[in-house]
């Protein structure tokens, strides 16, 4: 399974984005999806879930009320809406799959070692 994050880039506070993560390879509508990130200095940390039908999420508290993960899984992709975007969010994005489809408790969730294949990452820089 390869997966592709795109759509990272410069914006102002206040601005939104919209991630994209394409997968290639394996069975991407059985699989959770899940956006992770990582600030210079910093360890990766879990933004947000999807389980493999849509049908339950998880959002970390810094993140809740801005941003919304959703799939297309007839496209292979996973979406990351940014808005109200603050500085702080300035990181580089991540977006990976774990095969098990169903998203567990929110402290599983959000373990990178839930998670079996990542993308390369995408950066998003919010200036102030």
């Known amino acids: 399974v390869q997966l592709q994050a795109s759509g990272g880039g410069l914006v102002q506070a206040g601005g939104s984005l919209r991630l994209s993560c394409t997968a290639s390879?394996?069975?991407?509508?059985?699989?959770?999806m899940g956006w992770f990130r990582q600030a210079p200095g910093k360890e990766r940390e879990f933004v947000t879930a999807?389980?493999?039908?849509?049908?339950?999420?998880y959002y970390a508290d810094s993140v809740k009320g801005r941003f919304t993960i959703s799939r297309d899984n007839a496209k292979n992709t996973v979406y990351l809406q940014m808005n109200s975007l603050k500085p702080e969010d300035t990181a580089v994005y991540y977006c990976?799959?774990?095969?098990?489809?169903?998203?567990?408790?929110?402290?599983?969730?959000?373990?990178?070692?839930?998670?079996?294949?990542w993308g390369q990452g995408t950066l998003v820089t919010v200036s102030s």
């Open positions: 990976a799959a774990d095969t098990y489809g169903v998203l567990g408790t929110s402290a599983q969730t959000s373990n990178v070692d839930e998670y079996d294949y």
């Open positions: 999807i389980s493999w039908n849509g049908g339950r999420r």
């Open positions: 390879g394996g069975t991407f509508s059985s699989y959770a």
